[in-house]
């Protein structure tokens, strides 16, 4: 008797999920390192096409996007990390008031409505007010799709703190401020991080709003990608693939991590309190 | 919740007001002009001419003929494309729900300390960038690819099985694209399920499969319901599974609204109203499922 919690077939189920999640990042993995200059006939291991990602004719295209994407990722997911810290600090302890439930679906509408459907219209707008689309045109859009990432770990925290710290902090004659940069904002800070880096990433990813609010002429790393994907899948593709690839998995294990030793604490405090 | 202290409500509006700016001014202000722009007519040079018209979405539904003077017939090209694009977007949604389930019920059914773990190792494909994702998927499948060379080497098969370039590679891409938005409501959802229900209705001799089906599926459909919703809205509106896993055949609606605006042979106002019906057809499933909802609460 293997207990009501157990089905046949399920755990074949889930590992075969895992297996198809995972198959084609490791595979592209394993070929980014082939020696050969053929996409699949195996030439032994070489790190010849990571040499050539920064040596061979297309670096300076990539490097160029790669500096335009890490530096469009980091302003975007600051700017939107303090944004959406505002936000959830007056979500969370702002008590009812009234437009709460429109600000909420106002936070969530980029997760609802279609990426090519945001990608659209923030084209035409820019092209209505007269906006030339380039850097400025992607960071404003990438700092507005991130706010939700970055809120969604910071309001979750906030929600796990009780209110008492700061009415304590209060009571001994903190001012508001202090109440918050010296309560509030050290027990909000793994949730901060989280966001922070979740809004990093998403940044870092986005291809379809990118690749229309762009302009011609500039690049982020994954529409230089996608650009040269279409002329042909190319062996320097497979290193430059895997080398974001593990920079997202990276950034994602960090915040997972963070926000668990961060909860851990906030249980210990609770523990003692 | 702490007691209110006076003069804190005057933060709300400055606190506020930065993310009302940003979406407000940069999201729900051009889906409004987009909106308006669907309703312009075109100019030749790709720009648009301030004068009213529903020509994008006369041009949409219905053909003319050549010179206008008949009867307008319903026309079928573009009516087609959204309607494969929604059996794609169907066909993505139940295999995903067909993996979804059980993987959700397996890690829900781990040991406590084990379950993040497995959540974590969920969620992680979904962080890394689609774009890799969909072009490695396109390597795995191609004709001389790791998997058709696996199994010829294997002798399974003799000719390589060619997956790229059709409907199935789409139906895979979006399945692969979008599969942990499935896995996680329905996770949320068993986890609160009580497995004393069970047990309850395994002692009245109830199978495994009859339990299944008549207590456990009942009580965790909100999960499935919004697992659903997550894979379908974003499968209908794709753009890079059928661009990099398809061909011409695989036609979506992401590709139609890419072709008209990035295009050289683009026209604006059309490529707005492409996606304003998009949008329309998103905002009915989104109203069905918050109906579904309050259907279930007020139950």
Redesign the interface.
């Known amino acids: 008797m293997k207990g009501v919690r157990h089905y046949p077939g399920f755990t074949a189920i889930a590992l075969g999920c895992l297996l198809v999640l995972y198959a084609p990042m490791i595979v592209v993995g394993i070929y980014s390192f082939n020696g050969s200059t053929s996409l699949t006939t195996w030439g032994g291991f070489s790190l010849r096409w990571y040499a050539d990602v920064f040596t061979g004719e297309e670096a300076e295209r990539f490097g160029m996007a790669t500096w335009n994407s890490l530096t469009i990722a980091f302003m975007a997911a600051t700017v939107s990390t303090v944004i959406a810290t505002a936000a959830a600090v007056a979500m969370v302890r702002g008590g009812r008031f009234r437009g709460k439930a429109g600000t909420f679906a106002l936070i969530n509408l980029p997760l609802m409505v279609p990426e090519i459907v945001i990608a659209v219209a923030t084209l035409i707008f820019f092209s209505t007010i007269g906006l030339e689309t380039g850097y400025l045109t992607v960071l404003i859009a990438h700092v507005t799709f991130c706010i939700p990432f970055a809120y969604l770990p910071i309001s979750a925290r906030l929600q796990g703190i009780e209110g008492t710290y700061e009415q304590a902090a209060r009571d001994l004659y903190a001012s508001r401020w202090q109440a918050f940069s010296l309560i509030l904002l050290p027990l909000m800070a793994p949730g901060i991080v989280s966001g922070y880096l979740l809004a990093f990433i998403i940044s870092l990813d986005d291809f379809i709003i990118t690749n229309f609010v762009k302009g011609a002429g500039m690049e982020t790393l994954p529409t230089a990608i996608f650009g040269s994907v279409k002329q042909g899948l190319k062996p320097n593709i497979m290193a430059i693939s895997t080398m974001l690839l593990v920079v997202s998995i990276l950034f994602v294990t960090l915040s997972y991590l963070i926000n668990r030793r961060g909860q851990k604490t906030l249980v210990q405090q609770g523990d003692r309190a | 919740?702490?007691?209110?202290?006076p003069g804190?409500?005057s933060?709300?509006v400055?606190?506020?007001l930065?993310?009302?700016a940003?979406?407000?001014v940069?999201?729900?202000?051009?889906?409004g002009?987009?909106a308006l722009?669907s309703f312009l007519t075109r100019e030749f040079r790709g720009g648009v001419d301030w004068t009213f018209s529903l020509s994008a979405y006369d041009q949409f539904f219905f053909d003319r003929g050549l010179f206008g003077d008949e009867a307008p017939r319903l026309q079928w090209a573009y009516i087609s494309i959204f309607w494969r694009s929604i059996w794609q977007a169907v066909i993505a949604t139940v295999l995903c729900l067909l993996?979804?389930f059980?993987?959700a019920?397996?890690?829900a059914?781990r040991p406590a300390r084990s379950r993040?773990v497995w959540l974590?190792?969920?969620?992680?494909?979904y962080?890394?960038?689609?774009?890799?994702?969909t072009?490695?998927?396109?390597?795995?499948l191609?004709d001389?690819?790791?998997l058709n060379?696996g199994l010829m080497s294997l002798g399974l098969v003799d000719a390589p099985l060619p997956v790229v370039n059709t409907n199935l590679a789409v139906q895979l891409g979006l399945f692969?694209s979008y599969?942990?938005f499935m896995?996680l409501p329905i996770y949320a959802a068993v986890e609160r399920y009580n497995?004393a229900l069970?047990?309850a209705?395994?002692d009245l001799y109830a199978s495994?499969w009859t339990?299944?089906r008549e207590i456990v599926l009942p009580l965790v459909k909100p999960g499935i319901v919004a697992g659903c919703l997550l894979v379908f809205?974003?499968s209908?509106?794709a753009?890079?599974a059928p661009d990099?896993l398809g061909g011409a055949k695989t036609f979506m609606?992401?590709s139609l609204?890419?072709e008209q605006?990035?295009g050289s042979q683009g026209n604006?106002p059309f490529?707005?109203a492409v996606?304003v019906i998009?949008?329309t057809l998103?905002l009915i499933a989104?109203v069905a499922y918050a109906r579904s909802v309050t259907r279930e609460r007020s139950a």
């Open positions: 919740m702490a007691a209110r202290r804190e409500r933060l709300l400055p606190l506020l930065p993310t009302w940003m979406i407000g940069f999201m729900v202000l051009p889906v002009v987009m722009y993996v979804g059980p993987t019920w397996f890690i059914t993040g974590f190792l969920i969620t992680v494909p962080w890394v960038n689609l774009l890799i994702r072009v490695s998927l396109r390597f795995l191609r001389t690819g790791p060379q692969y599969l942990p896995v497995f069970s047990e209705a395994a495994r339990t299944l809205v974003p209908l509106g753009f890079l990099l609606i992401g609204i890419d605006i990035k604006w490529g707005a996606a998009l949008m998103v989104l």
